[in-house]
């Protein structure tokens, strides 16, 4: 999949990584020269774009028409607002940062507008990450520099589906730490218990191998992030 990101601060510099790491396409888009430069004299595993990104010409040389969503992340609410706009009018998915200390009322105003809004400050770059990515697949913690917890849930174009735990082989550097069925609790994984629409696995894995997990009990990205947006429609 491909992610555009506005802002290129802490919480957006993390989803861009995040994001990279499991082997999706990225470009981030800063204003600030300060912060271009520092980026200049980092290796990052992403593009980065200079421009302010309320600009449409700016998104549109960052590869908006392209993207599958754009993750407002900069600390200006007015800069990420337009951002959004731009971007469902190029048919993204769009997700915008707003700070905590936001009122309820200017939240509800700006709700309606995006596919997702987010509070940075209190549930950081996983959220972003889940929120951007949206549908079957949610990351549920960091636990080293190359292994996340997720939770993928089981969809109709799975390959595993109709299979038992015991039937799921899943990649060296993963495993299987929990599951649930649809309506359920999670649980410890019960070896005969059937993998079924709508039910539930957390797994540990490398970010290497994130992408064939997902594969694996989810299906094909694609299709499960175009699954997720006809259901917000």
Same mark, same amino acid.
């Given at each position: 999949?491909?992610?555009?990101?506005?802002?290129?601060?802490?919480?957006?510099?993390?989803?861009?990584?995040?994001?990279?790491?499991?082997?999706?396409?990225?470009? @981030?888009?800063?204003?600030?020269?300060? /912060?271009?430069?520092?980026?200049?004299?980092?290796?990052?595993?992403?593009?980065?774009?200079?421009?302010?990104?309320?600009?449409?010409?700016?998104?549109?040389?960052?590869?908006?028409?392209?993207?599958?969503?754009?993750?407002?992340?900069?600390?200006?609410?007015?800069?990420?607002?337009?951002?959004?706009?731009?971007?469902?009018?190029?048919?993204?998915?769009?997700?915008?940062?707003?700070?905590?200390?936001?009122?309820?009322?200017?939240?509800?105003?700006?709700? *309606?507008?995006?596919?997702?809004?987010?509070?940075?400050?209190?549930?950081?770059?996983?959220?972003?990450?889940?929120?951007?990515?949206?549908?079957?697949?949610?990351?549920?913690?960091?636990?080293?520099? *190359?292994?996340?917890? @997720?939770?993928?849930? @089981? /969809?109709?174009?799975?390959?595993?589906?109709?299979?038992?735990?015991?039937?799921? /082989?899943?990649?060296?550097? *993963?495993?299987?730490?929990?599951?649930?069925?649809?309506?359920?609790?999670?649980?410890?994984?019960?070896?005969?218990?059937?993998?079924?629409?709508?039910?539930?696995?957390? @797994?540990?894995?490398?970010?290497?191998?994130?992408?064939?997990?997902?594969?694996?009990?989810?299906?094909?990205?694609?299709?499960?992030?175009?699954?997720?947006?006809?259901?917000?429609?």
């Amino acid at each position: 999949m491909q992610f555009l990101i506005v802002g290129a601060g802490r919480v957006g510099l993390r989803t861009a990584r995040v994001l990279s790491e499991e082997g999706h396409e990225v470009t @981030v888009v800063e204003a600030d020269a300060a /912060t271009l430069e520092e980026l200049d004299d980092a290796s990052v595993p992403f593009d980065v774009i200079e421009g302010d990104g309320s600009h449409e010409a700016v998104l549109e040389d960052a590869g908006v028409a392209e993207a599958d969503a754009l993750g407002a992340l900069s600390g200006d609410l007015n800069v990420n607002f337009v951002a959004c706009m731009i971007g469902k009018g190029h048919d993204c998915r769009t997700v915008m940062r707003i700070d905590e200390d936001y009122r309820e009322e200017i939240y509800t105003q700006y709700a *309606s507008e995006v596919d997702e809004i987010i509070y940075p400050e209190r549930l950081g770059a996983i959220a972003a990450k889940n929120a951007l990515i949206g549908g079957n697949i949610r990351a549920v913690a960091d636990i080293a520099q *190359s292994l996340q917890v @997720v939770q993928l849930e @089981v /969809t109709a174009d799975s390959p595993t589906r109709g299979y038992t735990i015991s039937e799921l /082989t899943l990649p060296a550097d *993963s495993r299987l730490l929990a599951f649930g069925k649809q309506d359920g609790a999670l649980a410890l994984p019960d070896p005969d218990a059937p993998l079924e629409l709508g039910d539930r696995l957390v @797994v540990l894995a490398d970010f290497e191998v994130l992408g064939d997990v997902r594969r694996i009990v989810v299906g094909d990205a694609a299709s499960a992030f175009a699954n997720a947006e006809a259901e917000g429609a």
